[in-house]
């Protein structure tokens, strides 16, 4: 008899911090993967992206949806709404009611969730009654449910663990709400990709929610206590301030880490509820490893350790869609009949084509952007002022870029390795913004350096937008092209 095939696995949210990590360890495990996108072409620079199949589906289409669930075994659903505004609930409801139809039509052999703990007799945050929501939804299918619920997630790029590195090495005295003393059973990322790895082969009769967490329980004031010491940093003095309302504080942790208020706030709410598992059944169908469970320090140590080295792989910013795909680019021909600005600026160097794109794709983050550096923080103070997300998300990795990674302020767009980097502006606008770079060998010039910022204007606020900066453009854009080349050149 043939052995039978491994089992097809469909990851939807393959984007995002905990489906682009799932997808190699299913990879690992001898599971075929299908994953589900919007933007095919934003996972197309992953190690992985040759081994899977790719689906084309946006969360809330149902007849996209069952598409992609065709044939399939097993559904990840990894999709949520966080940060997309105060509608958050009811677009978790809507694709969570997509999904449980898709599946139940299909004929799916198992569907499974990443949600949050559910702490018994105190009033939900909004984000932890959302995900108990689609819990519900998801269970109510007809398809064999696992629903994984977790509290905090410890790795390097989750929204969770940036937020509690920037607050500790940030803030050597705190101020803080009240919810620092909130009871938290914190897991670590590995943890949580290995319990859903194994939910993939649960028996059909298992339908049900698990609570996962990792071995240590405390307070988040003792996790910014404990983190301090594995970071190396002197104690930290907290003291709390009971009139912090959870509006004031998401606000306060969008001034202090990269994470902007939008996705801070249902965090930081969801942070005054105890959430400590009441349960350990999930160990009877897939039991600890030989180690056991990593605890606290031990994750924090692993997570400390990417971040320093620049080998984060996902991130919590990578989820984010750089913009909707009706959205325009500056290449299109007479861009609608539109305005568009264009500032364009030519640099001939004596660098070697390899080293001249090396730095540009090196930009940004720590390395800055070559140019009055000044100017680059006032804009990003300013849009962090009026709720974007400013200049502190930095990059996922040093050195290498991929279509759909946050950079600063910017979101990559378009990346062909050596000759083009595109990014699309994501701070506050009054209308569309590009920055390009090309490497170029001319015959005559030898290396060039091509850059182009481009805008398209929203109404009359756009145009006076643009004229107001237009004078700094010299010192910014023009500055920006000669601090590439010259960095090229001292590294040939």
Same mark, same amino acid.
């Given at each position: 008899?043939?052995?039978?095939?491994?089992?097809?696995?469909?990851?939807?949210?393959?984007?995002?911090?905990?489906?682009?990590?799932?997808?190699?360890?299913?990879?690992?495990?001898?599971?075929?993967?299908?994953?589900?996108?919007?933007?095919?072409?934003?996972?197309?620079?992953?190690?992985?992206?040759?081994?899977?199949?790719?689906?084309?589906?946006?969360?809330?289409?149902?007849?996209?949806? &069952?598409?992609?669930? %065709? =044939? @399939?075994?097993?559904?990840? #659903? $990894?999709?949520?709404?966080?940060?997309? !505004?105060? /509608?958050?609930?009811?677009?978790?409801?809507?694709?969570?009611?997509?999904?449980?139809? &898709?599946?139940?039509? %299909? =004929? @799916?052999?198992?569907?499974? #969730? $990443?949600?949050?703990?559910?702490?018994? !007799?105190? /009033?939900?945050?909004?984000?932890?009654?959302?995900?108990?929501?689609?819990?519900?939804?998801?269970?109510?299918?007809?398809?064999?449910?696992?629903?994984?619920?977790?509290?905090?997630?410890?790795?390097? !790029?989750?929204?969770?663990?940036?937020?509690?590195?920037?607050?500790?090495?940030?803030?050597?005295?705190?101020?803080?709400?009240?919810?620092?003393?909130?009871?938290?059973?914190?897991?670590?990322?590995?943890?949580?990709?290995?319990?859903?790895?194994?939910?993939?082969?649960?028996?059909?009769?298992?339908?049900?929610?698990?609570?996962?967490?990792?071995?240590?329980?405390?307070?988040?004031?003792?996790?910014?206590?404990?983190?301090?010491?594995?970071?190396?940093?002197?104690?930290?003095?907290?003291?709390?301030?009971?009139?912090?309302?959870?509006?004031?504080?998401?606000?306060?942790?969008?001034?202090?880490?990269?994470?902007?208020?939008?996705?801070?706030?249902?965090?930081?709410?969801?942070?005054?509820?105890?959430?400590?598992?009441?349960?350990?059944?999930?160990?009877?169908?897939?039991?600890?490893?030989?180690?056991?469970?990593?605890?606290?320090?031990?994750?924090?140590?692993?997570?400390?350790?990417?971040?320093?080295?620049?080998?984060?792989?996902?991130?919590?910013?990578?989820?984010?869609?750089?913009?909707?795909?009706?959205?325009?680019?500056?290449?299109?021909?007479?861009?609608?009949?539109?305005?568009?600005?264009?500032?364009?600026?030519?640099?001939?160097?004596?660098?070697?084509?390899?080293?001249?794109?090396?730095?540009?794709?090196?930009?940004?983050?720590?390395?800055?952007?070559?140019?009055?550096?000044?100017?680059?923080?006032?804009?990003?103070?300013?849009?962090?002022?009026?709720?974007?997300?400013?200049?502190?998300?930095?990059?996922?990795?040093?050195?290498?870029?991929?279509?759909?990674?946050?950079?600063?302020?910017?979101?990559?767009?378009?990346?062909?390795?050596?000759?083009?980097?595109?990014?699309?502006?994501?701070?506050?606008?009054?209308?569309?913004?590009?920055?390009?770079?090309?490497?170029?060998?001319?015959?005559?010039?030898?290396?060039?350096?091509?850059?182009?910022?481009?805008?398209?204007?929203?109404?009359?606020?756009?145009?006076?937008?643009?004229?107001?900066?237009?004078?700094?453009?010299?010192?910014?854009?023009?500055?920006?092209?000669?601090?590439?080349?010259?960095?090229?050149?001292?590294?040939?």
């Amino acid at each position: 008899m043939p052995p039978a095939e491994p089992k097809l696995c469909l990851v939807t949210g393959a984007t995002g911090y905990i489906g682009g990590r799932l997808v190699p360890e299913l990879l690992a495990a001898g599971y075929r993967v299908r994953v589900m996108t919007r933007s095919p072409e934003r996972i197309r620079d992953r190690p992985w992206a040759g081994q899977v199949e790719v689906a084309r589906a946006d969360a809330s289409d149902a007849a996209q949806v &069952a598409a992609a669930c %065709a =044939g @399939v075994d097993v559904v990840y #659903y $990894l999709i949520h709404a966080l940060g997309s !505004g105060t /509608e958050f609930e009811e677009t978790d409801r809507r694709t969570a009611g997509v999904m449980a139809g &898709a599946v139940r039509d %299909a =004929g @799916v052999g198992r569907l499974v #969730y $990443l949600g949050a703990l559910e702490p018994e !007799g105190e /009033e939900l945050s909004p984000h932890l009654r959302s995900r108990t929501e689609v819990a519900e939804i998801l269970l109510g299918s007809g398809v064999p449910t696992a629903v994984l619920r977790a509290a905090v997630v410890l790795g390097s !790029g989750s929204a969770s663990f940036e937020m509690l590195r920037h607050l500790t090495e940030r803030l050597p005295v705190m101020v803080t709400p009240r919810w620092v003393h909130s009871r938290i059973q914190p897991i670590a990322v590995r943890d949580v990709l290995r319990y859903l790895v194994g939910c993939a082969e649960l028996p059909a009769s298992v339908h049900r929610g698990f609570d996962i967490g990792g071995p240590d329980v405390m307070n988040y004031a003792e996790m910014m206590q404990r983190y301090a010491v594995v970071a190396g940093l002197p104690r930290r003095r907290i003291v709390p301030v009971p009139l912090f309302t959870p509006s004031l504080s998401s606000h306060w942790v969008g001034l202090i880490t990269p994470v902007p208020a939008g996705i801070a706030r249902p965090l930081v709410e969801s942070l005054r509820n105890t959430v400590v598992c009441g349960e350990r059944d999930i160990a009877t169908y897939v039991p600890d490893p030989p180690g056991g469970l990593l605890g606290f320090d031990e994750a924090v140590t692993l997570a400390v350790a990417r971040v320093r080295n620049s080998a984060v792989t996902t991130r919590w910013s990578g989820a984010s869609t750089p913009g909707a795909p009706s959205d325009p680019l500056p290449t299109d021909p007479d861009w609608a009949g539109g305005s568009l600005y264009v500032d364009e600026r030519t640099r001939p160097t004596a660098a070697d084509p390899a080293d001249l794109w090396r730095v540009v794709e090196g930009i940004g983050g720590d390395a800055g952007w070559y140019s009055f550096p000044l100017a680059w923080r006032v804009r990003g103070w300013l849009d962090r002022a009026v709720g974007g997300v400013g200049l502190r998300r930095g990059r996922r990795d040093g050195g290498t870029l991929y279509v759909g990674d946050a950079l600063d302020f910017w979101r990559v767009e378009e990346l062909e390795r050596g000759r083009l980097l595109r990014l699309r502006a994501e701070m506050r606008l009054p209308g569309l913004a590009w920055l390009e770079f090309h490497v170029e060998h001319d015959p005559d010039a030898g290396t060039v350096l091509r850059q182009r910022a481009t805008f398209a204007p929203r109404g009359l606020a756009g145009h006076l937008y643009w004229w107001a900066v237009a004078a700094f453009h010299g010192f910014v854009f023009g500055g920006m092209v000669r601090g590439v080349a010259r960095a090229a050149e001292k590294g040939s």
